[in-house]
């Protein structure tokens, strides 16, 4: 189960799950999480608590209705956030998580990223590449950055639910990444309560699959592959 970024969207993952898909051996199903993509655009600002309501209402509600039971969550940024949340709350089996850049609690570095992201859009850079991917762009991304700029989310955090993880995760971040800084992942890592790997990537940015595709598509084989091996999934 593939959960974008947050400005991306199904087709943005481009042949990314094909290629996972091909080296796995594992079926792919990726969506558009509401306001994103071709899925219904935004009809109002987002609050504080949109990862938790994506992790804690929305994906349980895909899984079920395709009947996926016990899926490997691939999430990036958001979506690796949103997989966090959704396997801390103990509610629904997980197999195992391959988690890139996300977030579980809040930097300057990360609302700097955001601000720039802001300002590259506002000057038409940005926003004419997001054109062709969502339905309402800029709804798309003023849901995404403006709820991340409220003084309100400032002291968002997810630290404290993490040791219900028990599931193994790969975490996977670059060392350039301008959206956070390694103790994201490092932070996962000492805080799960099941097996966790560290992939720090050196020269890489917010987008370890893009960057580094074929380093992070063998670590990800190797994972999935370990991971089905010792919980005698088939």
């Known amino acids: 189960m593939f959960l974008h970024e947050g400005l991306g969207s199904r087709d943005l993952w481009r042949d990314w799950p094909d290629r996972v898909a091909e080296r796995t051996g594992c079926a792919a199903l990726l969506y558009s999480r509401y306001g994103f993509g071709k899925s219904d655009p935004l009809t109002a600002q987002r609050g504080p608590n949109y990862l938790e309501v994506e992790a804690l209402d929305a994906l349980p509600e895909v899984l079920a209705h395709f009947g996926i039971e016990r899926p490997v969550l691939i999430g990036h940024s958001d979506g690796g956030t949103i997989a966090l949340i959704h396997a801390a709350s103990g509610r629904w089996p997980v197999l195992g998580m391959v988690i890139m850049a996300p977030h579980i609690f809040i930097e300057d570095i990360t ?11 506002s000057s038409g850079g940005l926003r004419r590449k997001l054109v062709p991917f969502h339905t309402d762009v800029d709804a798309t991304f003023s849901g995404w950055a403006d709820v991340w700029l409220t003084p309100e989310f400032h002291h968002w955090t997810i630290e404290p639910q993490l040791s219900g993880i028990t599931c193994p995760v790969l975490l996977i971040q670059g060392e350039l990444d301008q959206y956070g800084s390694p103790e994201q992942i490092l932070a996962i890592a000492r805080r799960v309560s099941g097996p966790a790997e560290v992939m720090l990537l050196p020269g890489c940015g917010h987008a370890p699959h893009v960057e580094r595709a074929e380093e992070v598509l063998g670590a990800i084989a190797r994972f999935v592959s370990r991971t089905r091996t010792s919980s005698g999934a088939t």
């Open 111 to 121: 609302l700097e990223g955001i601000r720039q992201a802001k300002a590259a859009f």
